[in-house]
């Protein structure tokens, strides 16, 4: 059965989901199909007493294993599918300068502009997050290529993140009743769940991810966990479909700091020329820079919102600490920019894994097909302002 934790101060409560995960990886009908985030393996050695920013990859995927999921994915490589599709269409709308695009991945964000500012619900990127894109291919291409029954797949989602739980049951992600995700768990829980199995994380060697068709990623996949990460791995991509070469210098340092807002100008070239991005994370700036867009004061191409200060690395359902918190964040951080220095691939469009997924399977980014399976679309639940705006974005932020 599920139980509710309250938190301490009644205002928040976290739907506990680990003995249903738990049941589906038992059941020897099922075949569980398990993701985590790319801030996870940034986050989770902290719950185990390893230095914060620690990178426990390879010990997840083994604790996984021994717990009974059948395949582990990575929701890194949904993120560099997120940079194709995010890219292209982004593409498309520079051509046709019409206005400025917002990033899609951070459901807090969703759910503040559906309630909030439905008017801009058209600057939203269509794109689904890299885990709806996991969990909709986990359950089509996936199977479709590994010759078993789709019925049979759950996708249980490890993630930093509350909001992420709201995502899963999004009417528009739900398909005849089956939902691409069936079940998210917090890092915390996450956590909870290998104590309770007496999986002592420290202790285990690491495995390396064994799908040969959804797992493999690029360095820009693993800064998505991070502020600025998804613009910079974007960047990467546009630059390239636009000038038929790579960037050279692929980090956009102005994008990296910790401030509210930052912003940038990067020359793409070819029939698009200079485009200005912008990175936001929090509630003020957030409404600083949806303020200017819709009163027309806004020269943004591209814009990248985050709910959590610093982004996932320090998400509502990762282990929190008031007065550590900007430290530890920033290791977290560190060690994904850190993961990018040393891939040998840091492009999304050049993981293999992902070429072959629109070869064989797609098409091209943006097609008829990936948009069926990868492409969403949002809803007006603007609400009257009875709380105020702190709470609401406190609410949509910890709870969904
Ligand atoms: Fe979730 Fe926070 Fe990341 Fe948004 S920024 S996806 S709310 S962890």
Redesign the pocket.
Known sequence: GQCVLVCPTGALGERDETDRALEMMYDPELITVVQF?P?VRVGFGEEFGLPPGTNVEGQIITALKQLGASIVLDTNWGADLVIMEEGTELLHRLKERKGPTFSS?????INFVERHYPDIMPLLSSTK?PQQCVGALAKTYLPARMGIDPKRIRVISI??????KDEIVRRQLIHDGVPEVDVVLSTREFARLLQRERIDLKTLPPSTFDNPYMSEYSGAGAIF?T?GGVMEAAIRTMYYVVNGRELEHVEIEQLRGFEGVRTATVELGGDIGAVKIAMC?GLKPTRQIVEQVRSGNSDLDFVEI???P?????????LRSKKAYLPHALKRRETLFGIDKTKAVRQSHRNEQVQALYRDYLGAPNSEKAHHLLHTYYTDRKIEMTQTVREVWADI?MTG
């Open positions: 985030a801030a991945c951070c459901p807090a964000w997050s993630m930093p993140c509350i909001a992420k966990g502020t994370h985050m709910a959590c610093g982004g996932c690395v320090d998400g509502g359902g990762t932020k």
